[in-house]
C-alpha cells in the first residue's frame, strides 16, 4: 500500500479500527501510524485478509488474547503465510511438473539434469515485475533472477 495516497491510507485506517473493534477497543491515530508504517510494504487486499486470518490463528481459548487487538507483527506472520500458501498452491495446479516446479531431463551424454518448470519461470518474471514489492520479495530476487536465467538457458539448449 501507498501510505501517501490518501485513500489508501484510508481504507488502511479503515481496516485496522474494524480490527480493534472485533476486540472492542478504539485503535488512535498514532496506533494506525504505527501499523501503517509496520504493513506498508503489504498490498490492502492482502492485511484485510491477513487480519482476519491472524485472528484465527490466535489460541481460541486464551481468553485474555480475545479481548486484545491483533498486533502489526501477527497480521505480518499471517500475511507471508497466505503468500506462501498461494505459491504453493500455484504450483500444485501445473500439470508438467505436478506441482514439483523443477522437472528433470536426461541429456544427451546421459546425464541428469535439473531445469525450472515453466509455472516456477512464470512466478519469477512476475516476481521480477511487481511494482508494490515487499521487503521478502526484494530478498527473493537474487533468487527469482537465478530462476529466470536457468530457465532459458535450457530453453535454448
Ligand atoms: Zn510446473
Known amino acids: 500500500m501507498n501510505p501517501k495516497d490518501p485513500k489508501e491510507k484510508e481504507e488502511f485506517s479503515r481496516l485496522i479500527k474494524k480490527a480493534g473493534a472485533k476486540v472492542a477497543k478504539t485503535v488512535t491515530a498514532?496506533?494506525?501510524?504505527a501499523y501503517c508504517d509496520y504493513l506498508k510494504d503489504y498490498p490492502l487486499d492482502l492485511i484485510e485478509r491477513a487480519i482476519n486470518q491472524a485472528y484465527r490463528d490466535r489460541d481460541q481459548d486464551d481468553i485474555w488474547l480475545k479481548t486484545q487487538i491483533v498486533t502489526s507483527l501477527e497480521i505480518e506472520q499471517a500475511a507471508?503465510?497466505?503468500i506462501e500458501d498461494e505459491g504453493r498452491m500455484e504450483h500444485a495446479k501445473c500439470s508438467k511438473c505436478?506441482?514439483?516446479a523443477w522437472i528433470v531431463a536426461e541429456r544427451k551424454d546421459g546425464s541428469i539434469v535439473a531445469?525450472?518448470?515453466e509455472c516456477l519461470y512464470n512466478r519469477a518474471v512476475d516476481a521480477l515485475q511487481k511494482k508494490s514489492r515487499t521487503r521478502k520479495d526484494r530478498d527473493n530476487d537474487r533468487y527469482m533472477k537465478v530462476i529466470a536465467r536457468s530457465y532459458e538457458a535450457y530453453q535454448k539448449r
Open 115 to 117: 531445469h525450472p518448470c
Open 98 to 100: 505436478n506441482g514439483m
Open 30 to 33: 498514532e496506533i494506525i501510524d
Open 80 to 82: 507471508k503465510a497466505i
